[in-house]
C-alpha cells in the first residue's frame, strides 16, 4: 500500500508539472500574438529629424488644397514667368545697344560677337531681326564676304520691304558678284520705293544705320558706276 500512495502521489505530481508547463507555453504563444497585433511604429527605426517630421505629419496631415490656393499658386507661377521674360528683354536690349555702340565706334568684331548672341540666345525676340541684319553688314566689314550675302539674301525674303536690307544686297552684290549686277540693280531700285534716305552716303555712314566703311564705300561705288 505505501508502494501504491507513492506511485500515485509521483503520477499525480507529474500530471500536474507537465499542465503548467502547457499553460506556460500557452501564456508565452499568446504573449507573442500580442505583441505581433501591435502596430508598427515606423518612428523607432528614424533619425530625431526624420522622426520630429513623421510625427508632424501624424499629428496633421496634409489639408485638401482649396480651389483659392490654386488660383494662388497659378498666379505665382504667371508671376514669376513675367519677371523671367522681363529680365531677358532687358538683358537682350543691354546687349544691343553695346553691340550698336561698338559698331559706331568701330569694333566692329565686337559688334559682330554680340550681334550673333543676341541671334542664338534670343531668337524669338523682335530685335534678333534686326540683329541678323546687322550681323551680315558686320560680317562684310571684317571680310566674310559669303556669309555677308547668304545672309542678306536670306533677310531679304525674311524682311521683304526692309530697305536697308535691299540696299545693303545690292551694294555688296554689285562690288563683289559682277554676274549678279542684274539683281544688284533690282534690289537698289526696291530699296529707294521704300526709303530714299538709302541712297544717300552721308545718311548710311553718319545716321542710324552707321554702315562701316567697307559697306558706305561699296554704296559709293554702286551710285559712281551703276
Same mark, same amino acid.
Not at 117 to 122: E, G, R
Given at each position: 500500500?505505501?508502494?501504491?500512495?507513492?506511485?500515485?502521489?509521483?503520477?499525480?505530481?507529474?500530471?500536474?508539472?507537465?499542465?503548467?508547463?502547457? %499553460?506556460?507555453?500557452?501564456?508565452?504563444?499568446?504573449?507573442?500574438?500580442?505583441?505581433?497585433?501591435?502596430?508598427?511604429?515606423?518612428?523607432?527605426?528614424?533619425? #530625431?529629424?526624420? $522622426? =520630429?517630421?513623421?510625427?508632424?505629419?501624424?499629428?496633421?496631415?496634409?489639408? #485638401?488644397?482649396?480651389?483659392?490656393?490654386?488660383?494662388?499658386?497659378?498666379?505665382? @507661377?504667371?508671376?514669376?514667368?513675367?519677371?523671367?521674360?522681363?529680365? @531677358?528683354?532687358? !538683358?537682350?536690349?543691354?546687349?544691343?545697344?553695346?553691340? !550698336?555702340?561698338?559698331? $559706331?565706334?568701330?569694333?566692329?568684331?565686337?559688334? %559682330?560677337? $554680340?550681334?550673333?548672341?543676341?541671334?542664338?540666345?534670343?531668337?524669338?525676340?523682335?530685335?534678333?531681326?534686326?540683329?541678323?541684319?546687322?550681323?551680315?553688314?558686320?560680317?562684310?566689314?571684317?571680310?566674310?564676304?559669303?556669309?555677308?550675302?547668304?545672309?542678306?539674301? /536670306?533677310?531679304?525674303?525674311?524682311?521683304?520691304? /526692309?530697305?536697308?536690307?535691299?540696299?545693303?544686297?545690292?551694294?555688296?552684290?554689285?562690288?563683289?558678284?559682277?554676274?549678279?549686277?542684274? %539683281?544688284?540693280?533690282?534690289?537698289?531700285?526696291?530699296?529707294?520705293?521704300?526709303? =530714299?534716305?538709302?541712297? /544717300?552716303?552721308?545718311?548710311?555712314?553718319?545716321?542710324? #544705320?552707321?554702315?562701316?566703311?567697307?559697306? !558706305?564705300?561699296?554704296?559709293?561705288?554702286?551710285?559712281?558706276?551703276?
Amino acid at each position: 500500500d505505501m508502494h501504491y500512495t507513492v506511485n500515485t502521489i509521483a503520477s499525480s505530481t507529474g500530471r500536474r508539472d507537465v499542465r503548467m508547463q502547457s %499553460l506556460a507555453s500557452r501564456r508565452a504563444i499568446l504573449s507573442t500574438l500580442t505583441v505581433l497585433a501591435l502596430p508598427f511604429d515606423a518612428s523607432l527605426a528614424m533619425s #530625431p529629424s526624420q $522622426k =520630429k517630421a513623421y510625427e508632424a505629419f501624424v499629428v496633421q496631415p496634409p489639408q #485638401p488644397i482649396t480651389s483659392q490656393q490654386i488660383q494662388r499658386q497659378r498666379e505665382e @507661377r504667371v508671376r514669376k514667368s513675367f519677371e523671367a521674360e522681363e529680365s @531677358r528683354i532687358q !538683358v537682350a536690349i543691354k546687349l544691343y545697344t553695346a553691340a !550698336v555702340q561698338d559698331q $559706331k565706334e568701330g569694333r566692329y568684331q565686337e559688334a %559682330l560677337s $554680340k550681334y550673333e548672341s543676341i541671334i542664338a540666345q534670343y531668337g524669338d525676340f523682335a530685335l534678333a531681326e534686326r540683329s541678323r541684319v546687322s550681323r551680315a553688314i558686320m560680317e562684310y566689314q571684317v571680310g566674310k564676304v559669303n556669309d555677308a550675302i547668304l545672309h542678306l539674301k /536670306d533677310e531679304e525674303v525674311a524682311l521683304r520691304g /526692309d530697305a536697308e536690307v535691299h540696299c545693303a544686297l545690292a551694294v555688296v552684290l554689285y562690288s563683289e558678284k559682277p554676274y549678279e549686277i542684274s %539683281l544688284a540693280e533690282e534690289q537698289f531700285e526696291v530699296a529707294m520705293e521704300f526709303d =530714299k534716305r538709302f541712297g /544717300d552716303v552721308a545718311y548710311v555712314r553718319d545716321g542710324k #544705320p552707321a554702315w562701316p566703311p567697307r559697306m !558706305v564705300a561699296a554704296l559709293e561705288k554702286f551710285k559712281n558706276f551703276g
